[in-house]
Structures are given as structure tokens and as C-alpha cells.
């Protein structure tokens, strides 16, 4: 879990590769056009990378957030119990995934030290709904590039992330894990109980002290 929080913190905050392909398939533009656009906006603001929760939360929301399915993620991430969850247990827990994820993602915009994405040509038909686009993130302080692949889907309303991978590892899956451990301990409330407390704690917590790059 440690593992794949430290590597989220680089994702959307990278450069993308400046190479320009042809008929560039929808899901692989939409990885690339987030990317640059997010990385864009941080550069030019010192108050996101010093920290500013009210402006981060303002960009995640405008441009991150739309091309996730929190719905399906949430659904694969409780796995099994899903069919168990009443309505309203369903909706707060989307919720409170969905802020889970959010929290984590929001670390990433002070932590920015020019990374760099490599987004892979992807190969699709014309009639593929489900594809994964693949990245390689290239940190200076890494020796070997760090695979990280976006799964999506199509929809009414366009291609959205349902999971993603880093280094091999699903996010969902992992999450999957920890969520069946509390499940059968506490129940679906139990869980419910466990991820409110973990967001609100966030909340909570004292903005980190950020120096302006």
C-alpha cells in the first residue's frame, strides 16, 4: 500500500512525452492531454505546489476527477460484498473511495521534481471498449523507468480510468484486499466507519510545509 501511495504522488504530475503520433487513438490522447494540461497549470502556480489545498482541490476536481469511473472502481475494489451493500451503503461507499483517492492525489502537487511520462502508441480496433494505455514514468532518482498503466473503458460519456497499475500491482486489486479484511472483521460498516475516519483524519491533518519551486 506504501508502495503504490509513494508512486500515485508521481502519476499525473509528469511530463509527457513530446513525440507527436498519428491518429492517435482517444483513450491514449486523453492520458497524454491530462497529463500536460495538469502539468501546465502546476508550473505556473507556485500556490498548488507550496500546498494550497482550496487551489489543488479546485484542479483535481476540474481535471482529474471527470476521467475516473468511481462507480466501477469502487465495485471492483469491494469486490464480492458489493451485491451485499444496500443503495445508500453503495453511494457512501463511492464516496468515500472516491475522497480516498482524491487525498492521495492531492500530495502529488508539492511533490513535483520534473518526472517525466512516456506514454506508449497504443494499438486498438475500432470497436474496443476496454483498453489499457500504457505509461513508463522516468524519475532522475530512479535507476529504471516505473510502469504504469491505465485501464479504460468506454462510456456514454467517453473513455474513463476504472483502475490502474504501477510496477505490476492493480490499484483496485490491492485495494480489494484490505477492504474484504475489514469487511469480514467489522462488516460493510466497519469499512464505511474505517475510510470516513481515514478521510476525515486527512482533513485534519496540518498542511505540510511546501517550498515553492
Known sequence: MKKITAYLTLIL???CSLSVYANIPEPEALIRDTVNEVLSIVKED???RAGNKKKINELVDAKVLPHFNFTHMTRLAVGKNWRNATPEQKKILETEFRNLLVRTYTTAFTTYQDQQVEVKPLKMKDDDTDVTV????HDKTKQQPIPVNYDLEKTASGWKVYD???EGISLVTNYRGTFAEQIQKSGIDG??????EKNQAQVNKPPSKATPK
Open 46 to 48: 507556485k500556490d498548488i
Open 134 to 137: 500504457k505509461t513508463l514514468i
Open 13 to 15: 504530475m509528469a511530463c
Open 191 to 196: 469499512l464505511i466507519k474505517t475510510l470516513v
Open 164 to 166: 490502474l497499475s504501477i
